[in-house]
């Protein structure tokens, strides 16, 4: 299984530019992600507002400014965490194995989840006209019904719990990273799933501040040229 190797730094103290673009991937992704999260707690305050799509459509449609808020952090958060999760094993020495599985995973789920982001502003465009809202929610949920989207949905959900523990047991292993950096990564799973369980959003908002400490802790790694 193949992981993404950083190239080396140029002479002296300066940081390579690939190494930066990783960076700062590590950095803003998981930013955007904590802002999506946050706005849509703030929009959907009762919870689990988006588990059908007539329940999207109701959400977009009473508040669309909010609505496009958390899609466009979102999307945006999505397309910066695919290279990030595949910059991890680049630090996370300790097990490289169990690094390139978790980031590809990680990796993977954030690819599905762009797709179910993109689809956001599909969502708020048929919630603003109101016309077509049954026909809509319907045909969605009868899609993603079908069995050809199975892998889909495994690889959106495994990638999403999976993926963060294996690379927080790769950091925890990995003497160059501080072992908090593992620990807040591996703790944002259970957190974010208790968040969807109890409807609480503002769970899944505490989760993703472990996300964000744990991806920065890699990010400095990343562009310090000590460890190449």
């Not at 047991?169 to 944002?188: C, D, E, F, M, N």
């Not at 957190?191 to 990010?219: D, I, P, Q």
Request: net charge neutral; aromatic share 8%; hydrophobic share 55%.
């Amino acid at each position: 299984m193949t992981t993404t190797t950083l190239p080396p730094t140029a002479t002296g103290s300066r940081v390579g530019p690939h190494a930066r673009m990783f960076g700062v991937a590590l950095v803003l992704g998981p930013v955007l992600m904590l802002a999506s999260n946050l706005l849509w707690a703030l929009m959907d305050a009762g919870g689990s507002g988006d588990e059908t799509t007539a329940g999207d459509l109701a959400l977009a449609a009473a508040d669309p400014g909010l609505y496009l808020g958390t899609t466009l952090a979102a999307a945006f958060a999505c397309l910066l965490l695919v290279p990030a999760a595949l910059a991890v094993p680049s630090v996370a020495t300790g097990s490289p194995r169990i690094a390139a599985l978790g980031s590809w995973l990680m990796a993977g789920s954030y690819t599905c989840y762009f797709a179910f982001a993109h689809q956001g502003f599909l969502t708020l465009s048929v919630a603003e006209r109101g016309d077509g809202t049954a026909s809509y929610a319907a045909a969605v949920d009868a899609a993603l019904a079908e069995p050809h989207l199975v892998w889909f949905t495994v690889l959106l959900i495994a990638g999403n719990l999976l993926g963060p523990v294996l690379l927080g047991v790769a950091l925890l292993r990995t003497a160059s990273v501080p072992r908090w950096a593992g620990i807040a990564l591996i703790a944002w799973v259970p957190v974010h799933v208790g968040g969807r369980a109890s409807g609480t959003e503002w769970l899944s908002v505490v989760a993703t501040f472990g996300l964000v400490a744990a991806f920065v802790a890699v990010a400095r790694r990343v562009v310090s040229p000590a460890t190449r």
